[in-house]
């Protein structure tokens, strides 16, 4: 029989390099990612965005060339292709409707790279695919009826039964919520085991660059595609389970009166975004606050006491966080370098981040921690941590 101590989490009796998993709180379990074939190497974007949109703004170039370099984005992957703008040329046209084209590419691209990302995460599960009880499936990158969730579970070969949940459309934050989600259902459905899987894709908002919309060119500098996949289910079968990491306590919330500061719409010629100059300061406005509410819920006081998983929105907002919270220039590691292999891919970052930090705690380091993330709303996603 384990003990606790006075947060409920087991006392350590096992072996001195693994911590004793809590009972009933959810874990995840194992984790995989997958990336189309099309690698953009940041020093190759400018020239090749601009060729393929057929601009010759000098300016507006030389203004992707200085956002490229200061999102400190290494190396993208990418779902277009010069095969696509071969066979869909309007894509790189300005003011045509092409959301019917767009769909047609990204609909089947996403579940392909969810269904290779979700193979890679139950190959180290190890355990049969027919074992998952329910599916989380997040994307901000199709819209179809029925959703990417059945046709990840037809392609898997999941079971007819499984319990599905499709969320769409909430942006960077939606990886962290698909961890609330899954933690949630794990823990009132005992025994279940919950496959969350993530993936996005840009085609929706490809478009030539515009002096009219200039977040287009941050776009263009920062975000990229990709999948993500963790299994997630609490009281893990030792001789079967490496749980890892603990879902501890999560809390959503958003600021009042601030809809508009990251902004989209859908139109027949895409998604639009639109990203308000005042993002990084409301984050830094609220986020020691909305820590601490995650802290207390085990006695947690000092913020470099933790490990840090953050959503890498862009390093305007990590610089922000890291000068706030007093953190030292290490604890954001992790989300920094998820920046500069990957970019910005919407939900799925923070699965790129929390893979990257099971390595690192595979080294030895602090039990608790915060997976953060921040989307429109301003929504704030945040779940306290524990490593195992």
Same mark, same amino acid.
């Given at each position: 029989?384990? @003990? ?14 693994? =911590? ?7 874990? #995840? ?11 953009? !190497?940041?020093?190759?974007? #400018? ?18 060339? =200085? ?8 190396? =993208? ?23 019917? @084209? ?13 269904? @290779? ?63 609330? #989600? ?63 990491? %603990? ?5 959503? +919330?958003?600021?009042?009166?601030? +809809? ?20 990084? @300061? ?29 959503? !890498? ?19 954001? %590691?992790?989300?920094? =370098? ?51």
């Amino acid at each position: 029989m384990s @003990q606790t101590n006075n947060n409920g989490v087991p006392k350590q009796s096992m072996s001195p390099n693994r =911590r004793v998993p809590t009972p009933g709180k959810a874990a #995840v379990l194992a984790i995989g990612k997958a990336f189309p074939s099309q690698v953009i !190497p940041q020093e190759c974007l #400018v020239d090749g965005y601009f060729r393929d949109t057929n601009c010759d703004d000098l300016a507006m170039k030389e203004k992707l060339a =200085r956002l490229c370099k200061t999102t400190t984005v290494k190396t =993208r992957y990418t779902v277009l292709s010069k095969e696509i703008l071969d066979k869909y040329p309007e894509l790189a046209i300005e003011g045509l409707p092409t959301i019917k @084209q767009r769909l047609d590419i990204a609909n089947p691209a996403v579940v392909e790279m969810a269904k @290779q990302a979700s193979l890679a995460c139950i190959k180290e599960w190890g355990r049969p695919a027919g074992d998952i009880t329910h599916v989380v499936y997040v994307s901000s990158s199709e819209i179809r009826l029925p959703g990417g969730d059945l046709h990840l579970a037809s392609e898997l070969g999941l079971r007819t039964d499984v319990g599905r949940v499709m969320l769409y459309f909430l942006g960077c934050y939606g990886g962290v919520t698909g961890l609330r #989600v899954a933690k949630d259902i794990a823990e009132n459905n005992p025994g279940s085991r919950i496959l969350l899987a993530t993936s996005e894709t840009t085609i929706l908002g490809f478009r030539p660059p515009n002096k009219a919309r200039p977040y287009d060119l941050v776009g263009a500098a920062l975000f990229g595609d990709g999948a993500a996949a963790v299994i997630i289910g609490t009281d893990p079968i030792t001789s079967l389970e490496s749980p890892f990491m %603990e879902l501890n306590y999560a809390v959503q +919330q958003f600021l009042p009166g601030t +809809q508009n500061v990251i902004d989209g719409s859908l139109s027949e010629e895409g998604i639009n975004f639109k990203l308000g100059r005042d993002l990084p @300061q409301k984050i830094e406005d609220n986020i020691e606050e909305f820590c601490k509410k995650l802290m207390a819920k085990a006695g947690l006081k000092e913020f470099n006491d933790l490990f840090w998983a953050v959503h !890498p929105g862009g390093p305007a907002i990590l610089n922000r966080l890291e000068s706030t919270l007093g953190l030292k220039s290490k604890k954001l %590691e992790c989300s920094r =370098r998820t920046l500069m292999d990957y970019g910005n891919v919407s939900s799925n970052t923070i699965i790129y981040v929390m893979e990257y930090m099971r390595e690192e705690l595979k080294r030895g380091g602090e039990e608790w921690g915060l997976a953060l993330a921040f989307g429109p709303g301003i929504t704030f996603e945040g779940i306290l941590l524990r490593s195992l």
